[in-house]
């Protein structure tokens, strides 16, 4: 049976497969002429590479966000590709077993992914034992056999999240790596939980080029981490206007901008306002809950309590402002635009008398 025909097995059209290839390679800013490789490079991939797919102290919700998308097959079809061979919670089997097809996947060039922080140090290793092995010892084995290591979700990104907020020693894989004297590249891919279509870029691009992508200072894919949430917020339009919600129950602030709300928006690098969960369905600020800065190193404890307001932004053009006083400050730089524009549209003639004193 061809690659494709294993494909078609799975009810996706060639049409379909490509589409996906396509906008997937569109999301990491690669050109078209790239699309044929990249498909040719998933094809290959039906029958490679090896997963392991390690999960530490986290709560197993990037796995869920992975398997419970709306429309699976595409997503689903790449993550088959990889041949997982161990993930303790979707694997059929348990106990022995389970460590069996670990120890046999251990000897091949794997991918691993990481889901979850590790306890960093030894005395904490209590917090997390699996098969009665430290959680710790498992991930510094694997990492070291790895061609790559990818770590999914802020708790393992950074050792954020839940159990980075308590005292459990948490830090995230890179960081555990580098305390062993590991010297090896982690793709970092924060959000609580990761984002699917995130997830599968990545390793769309590592198959084709053998390497990661073009990271930033915390090793987050430019591609998917390289803008504010805040420059292409869907509430961006109230922000400007100096429209702050205030009240959950005023039905005229529903769309309000949620910065006295506690959104960190103006601090958060990600694409979500971009690219939303489930096919687009939805994300926190359209559901109106404030952005909760889940992809920065900050999250959970430097960002908490999440529903409050923080004191000082830093915004372009602007500069730092004070979440009180926001509103004025935004009014205030919207209207010397408007005069600069007034004043532009005039000089360059596109103005007529009358319209200059309407507008005025």
Known sequence: MGNF??????????????????????????????????????????NKPPVIWLEGMDCTGCTESALATLNPSPAELILDM??????????????????????????????LIVEGSSPGTAKDDRFCMVGGRPFRKILIEAAQKAQVIIAIGSCASEGAGIPGACDTGAVGVAELLKAEGINKTVINLPCCPVKPATLIGTILYYLTYQKAPALDSQNRPVAFYGSLLHDNCPRRGHFENGEFLTDWNDPIQKEYCLILKGCKGPKTYTDCAQVWWNDNANFCINAGSPCSGCSEKDFYDG????????????LPGIGHVNADTVGTVIGG????????????????????????????
């Open 5 to 46: 025909d294993l494909l078609k097995v799975k009810g996706v059209s060639r049409r379909d497969f490509m589409k996906l290839i396509a906008a997937t390679t569109a999301a990491l800013g690669l050109p078209e002429l790239i699309i044929p490789q990249a498909a040719n490079a998933v094809e290959q991939a039906l």
């Open 82 to 111: 990889l041949s997982i061979r161990y993930h303790e919670t979707v694997m059929a089997g348990s106990g022995h077993t389970a460590e069996e097809a670990y120890q046999t996947a251990l000897k091949e060039n794997f991918v």
């Open 303 to 314: 960002f908490s309590p999440l529903y409050s307001k923080q004191e000082m932004f830093k």
């Open 333 to 360: 730089a919207a209207a010397v635009g408007l005069g600069v524009h007034l004043i532009a549209a005039a000089a360059s003639g596109r103005l007529s008398k009358k319209d200059h004193k309407e507008d005025m």
